[in-house]
């Protein structure tokens, strides 16, 4: 297939959506415009279009629809479990004689009709006299189906389940008190007038009642004891074994070394594990290599390699390393700090102390794993830590019983050669069940103390955090420390050790977990390959911006709206709070006027430059207007020009136009800083106005980001670097994920990435909302996307995506040059169009938007009773055909009218507007009215056309005149 250099394609991915557009761009004056074809009739159709996918989660609470099925799944495998294991006793007991055990319903333990004591009391009364045969199998059976809870997860009893808790408690106080009465725990709970767990008033769940199966089990051999004395025939010693292992047994928790990727730079190596010493060590070196110290000078420094060196000497001797203890052990200066780290006032008001933080996690602590094997080995982990497996041990892995032979051959492979600590780690991470790990360590060459301490520690659930893994192998990481370490570069320690650094950037789709970026991922290629079909060519550069939620967990999805409800509610605080300030109706206050309010509020009332510039003169700029740089409220209405808002670091050599990046300052200032941060304005020239500048921003309660800003003193092209990277790159996992298969994809073409100089050629860029945002602002069009506030329907999400295919290199230059001329001077800030007329086009683009929608095969419920586009599942026609038709229809799958309207959905039959019912379309029994009573009905001429396409529309394309147009089976374009 051949490429179009000049064609960009746009794509807004979201969560269940996609828009795509498809823009040509002038190689030579980069123009742009909208791509459009002429049909045979005539009519003018344009390159836009949304599809609608589900996902599978529920919309209100962002749950994964697969927890509900594997919640259920778990119950009914419980269930099937436990009925397999009465069968299997009721089969011994009736071996042995015991009359109608088989009849469920005659032994259902007190409860049936054969059946009329109780077996609590039974068993109480069995310490005591001998049982006869059917008593004697309701006790057994009675036990056998409440057994009793047994542990034999790594993770029970690891705090990280506050439910799993609260049974370790319950179970514990209930062993005491078996302990203390000297009774059975049946004979306890036989006096007891509640003797299962229920819920209590407030209909939470209550566990007193639950017992350890080591308390049944030990009642069980009391009961068999006492009714041999008592010359019960059924209590023999073989009938206590048997009974024993069918009622008390348990399958061991499967391993997960199966699910181990391979290194990204080593084949057939598998990953290492996340709390493995190497692994935690390498992530602390990579941490220190990318740290900055801020000298007093304003410079930056990294660490250097004796700093480094003196670093790794602390390493694990604690869980966590902070930026304190560094530090200390560093012995910094104290006027020396560490870049990227907030000093000074949290927005409360109180003084924070960011050096408290691990230098490497945000959330957890560094050295976890090594600092916890250190206290459990005691003073032989460094002999351990250097001791390394050899060939005989891990055939000795993998030759062992405890577990199946392939689970054995996969955890063995690759233990040659690894240091005995790491060895450990690997073992207990990729081994869920107890038992398993404890015969696993006792074939490791490790003195029988040290196997006793780590299998007490397993036990105890110290050891429980020990999941995941990294992206590289411990071989791997072995190999490039010591070069890490030396140069402190990543990168260049991998060259040296013979690796690409950016084979471990690339994202495999095989490592997908998520079901929803699975399901968003599988769309794109779909989407992707429908729109190069339609069009007969790869575009030759994709642009890709992705929705901030794409990607996260349904609970991280659930805080960033909570988010933005709270941000909302504080916006509309701030408008009444303008609204009283400026005498006006909080309605008519703007967006800009909300903006001014909200920087004024955090700098105290003051020009965000007053303590810096008035050291250079500039107090007589401020004059008696602004006395001490305090602003006056009315200078915040539109339309003043005596207070401007300011990009802290210059727009146009960061891009960044975050709240962050804003401060309110006045006109003079503004014009005298120009395009230059604030240190390289005055900074660096009046060192004590610095320093008051400094004092005064450690004083206001802003968040650190800002702050850091404020303060950034050398914005070098390393500096600069960074900040493009961040806010024009959108380097999320999808992001990269998407491009790599779009990298694959264009190579399975074999599509140069070359021009003709020779020098690389990059066609995939992966954009940031902040900047489509900014553009669709600036040129007018955000009214496309709202309507009285509110969404416009779903077709806002091609105008995301004509943004995004905008957003070309070329037009962020011209950006850069723009935002210079509104720094350097009074010109207003001006970005052209794409082209001229651009939102009127826009505007007849997107009034022609075909929404498409990924149909569902089958259909459930009457045809003529509410929306078919709500059926999910049924019978309706034999293919599903007629199904798919309705849901076309009634969703609204049409051409023509504007954005805000309903998107062409026309009335169904028995619905306002519409014919009357049809006859013979009613539910009869239940089911599904026959396909022939409504096929040939003339009303429903509309969905006999529907049933005539194949599966859903592709590529969603629209026609221009505004009439309706239908699709084919790949998005083909019919009149």
Known sequence: ??????????????????????????????????????????????????????????????????????????????????????????????????????????????????????????????????????????????????????????????????????????????????????????????????????????????????????????EVDILFTRQRELGNPLAGEDIRCRYAELAFAQRPLAPVSHMVGPCA????????????????????????????????????????????????????????????????????????????LSYGVTAKGSVQDPEKADVVMRTGKCCQGTACLRGILGDAYDALHEQRLDEADAARLAATDALSAPAAALLARGMAGLRLTDALVRIVSELNDLGQIRAILALLPLPAPRIAALSQAAGEGKLGFCQGTARLSLRAMEAILPHMLACGEYAAACELAGFDPRAAQKTDVTDIRNPVVLRVFREVRRQFS????????????????????????????????????????????????????????????????????????????????????????????????????????????DGVNAVQVDHILPRSRTFDNSFHNLCLCCHAANQAKGGRTPWEWLGAAQPQAWHDFEQWVQSLPLKGLKKRNYLLRDLNAEVQGRFHARNLTDSSYVARLTLRWLEEEYA?????????????????????????????????????????????????????????????????????????????????????????????????????????????????????????????RGTATRRGDAARAVRAQGRGQADGGRPGQDQGRRPLPGRGGGPAPLAGCGQAGGRAAPLGTWRHHPACAHLRRGVQQRRGAATGLGAGSGQQRRHGAHGHLHP
Not at 197 to 205: E, F, L, S, Y
Request: aromatic share 6%; proline share 4%; charged share 30%.
């Open 1 to 218: 297939m051949q490429v179009r250099d000049d064609v960009i394609l746009g794509l807004d991915i979201g969560v269940g959506s996609l828009g795509w557009a498809l823009l040509e761009e002038d190689l030579q004056t980069g123009e742009q415009r909208l791509l459009q074809r002429q049909a045979p009739q005539g009519e003018t159709s344009y390159a836009l279009g949304v599809r609608l996918f589900n996902v599978p989660e529920n919309a209100k609470t962002k749950e994964l629809l697969n927890v509900k099925r594997r919640t259920a799944r778990m119950q009914r495998r419980t269930t099937a479990r436990r009925a397999q294991r009465m069968r299997r006793v009721r089969a011994l007991l009736d071996s042995l004689g015991v009359p109608g055990v088989r009849d469920a319903d005659a032994f259902h333990l007190g409860k049936g009709r054969g059946a009329q004591c109780d077996p609590w009391q039974l068993r109480r009364e069995g310490l005591e006299r001998r049982l006869e045969a059917r008593e004697w199998a309701v006790v057994l059976l009675h036990i056998a189906k409440h057994r009793g809870f047994r542990s034999n997860s790594k993770t029970d009893r690891s705090g990280s389940d506050k439910e799993m808790g609260q049974v370790l408690q319950a179970v514990s106080n209930l062993q005491q008190e078996v302990e203390a009465s000297g009774l059975t725990v049946g004979a306890l709970l036989a006096s007891r007038e509640r003797r299962r767990n229920r819920a209590d008033h407030t209909g939470a769940p209550r566990y007193d009642l639950c017992m350890l199966r080591s308390l049944q089990e030990d």
């Open 530 to 637: 429908a729109i190069c079909r339609e069009f007969g060519f790869l575009p030759g550069r994709v642009h890709v911006e992705l929705l901030r939620e794409v990607g996260k967990s349904g609970e991280e999805r659930n805080r960033i709206s909570r988010g933005l409800e709270r941000r909302t509610k504080e916006k509309e605080a701030a408008r009444k709070a303008v609204a009283q300030l400026l005498g006006k109706s909080p309605e008519t206050v703007s967006a800009g006027e909300v903006q001014r309010y909200e920087l004024w509020r955090q700098q105290d009332g003051k020009c965000a430059y007053y303590m810096l510039w008035r050291h250079a003169g500039g107090e007589r700029a401020y004059g008696n207007a602004m006395p001490q740089g305090s602003i006056s409220p009315a200078w915040l209405a």
């Open 265 to 340: 730079f080593l084949e057939g190596e598998r990953r290492a594990p996340r709390f493995a010493p190497t692994a935690e060590l390498f992530r602390y070196v990579q941490a220190l290599c990318t740290m900055r110290l801020r000298q007093e000078t304003g410079e930056e420094t990294p660490l250097s390699e004796e700093q480094r060196q003196a670093a790794c000497a602390v390493f694990g001797s604690v869980q966590s390393v902070t930026y304190k203890k560094l530090r200390q052990v560093l012995r910094l200066p104290a006027g020396c700090r560490f870049s990227g």
């Open 748 to 872: 399975r073409h074999d599509v140069p990435m070359q021009d003709a100089e020779g020098r690389t050629r990059r066609r995939f860029f992966a954009r940031p909302g902040q900047v489509t945002d900014f553009l669709r602002r600036h040129w007018g069009v955000q009214a496309l996307k709202k309507i009285d506030g509110q969404r416009s329907g779903d077709r806002h999400h091609a105008l995301d995506a004509l943004l995004v295919a905008a957003c070309s290199e070329g037009m962020l230059q011209r950006m850069v040059r723009a935002f210079q001329r509104e720094e350097n001077g009074p010109e207003r800030l001006h970005i052209p169009c794409p082209w001229q007329d651009f939102s009127a086009t826009v505007g007849r683009a997107l009034g022609s938007v075909f929404v498409s929608r990924v149909e569902r095969g089958r259909t459930k419920g009457p045809l003529h009773e509410g929306d078919p586009a709500r059926h999910t």
